[in-house]
């Protein structure tokens, strides 16, 4: 898989014609991204769809990126195995761009999707503790399967619970636009 840095990525852009999705929720796009990135979530990426809307040819290079690469990876195995090739991945992603002193559009802060993960697994295995010890033993069981949960996210680099609190309400934009 190609990948570039940020900076390549902004000299590629000054000269024109470059096409860049940015796969994190809509509501981390608009708390901060690059200005010549358009949201597209890798929850609802569907890369056939994407390619045949694009506003350049086919052929020209798509360049994906997210809050720091990883998101942005999956993206582009996703396009990749749907047989587009042409993709290339923005090493570091947004916080990259960022500390480069590339432009960015602030919008309204939001909480990331990874102190979301880390909240809400903390509460389910304080939750699956307090009742195993005051209601019943077994509710020990809801912090060992949070407990493998996370064993297996860290594993594959797959987050079911990333994965489902982006799709939650807090997570979206209501009425449509999250451009600022």
């Known amino acids: 898989m190609t990948t570039i840095t940020a900076k390549r990525l902004a000299e590629l852009a000054e000269e024109g014609g470059v096409e860049v999705i940015d796969v ?10 690059a200005p010549l990135a358009r949201n597209t ?24 990126l997210c809050r720091s690469g990883a998101r942005a990876m999956k993206a ?17 992603g947004t916080l990259a761009w960022q500390e480069a002193g590339l432009p960015v559009n602030r919008g309204k802060k939001a909480i990331s999707l990874e102190r979301q993960v880390r909240i809400a697994a903390g509460l389910l295995v304080l939750a699956g503790v307090g009742l195993g010890y ?13 407990g493998a949960g996370l064993t297996f996210a860290g594993v594959t680099d797959t987050c ?21």
Not at 76 to 92: L, P, Q, R, T
Not at 163 to 174: E, K
Request: include cysteine.
């Open 24 to 33: 994190r929720t809509p509501v981390e796009f608009r708390e901060l991204h």
């Open 41 to 64: 979530p890798l929850d609802s990426l569907d890369p056939d769809t994407l390619m045949k809307q694009r506003s350049g040819s086919a052929g020209e290079p798509l360049y994906v």
């Open 76 to 92: 582009c195995e996703k396009f990749v195995e749907a047989g587009h090739e042409n993709v290339i991945h923005v090493e570091g």
């Open 134 to 146: 005051f209601v019943h033993p077994y509710f020990i069981g809801l912090s060992a399967f949070v």
């Open 160 to 180: 079911g619970m990333g994965m489902m609190l982006a799709r939650m309400p807090w997570n979206q934009c209501g009425g449509g636009s999250c451009s600022s």
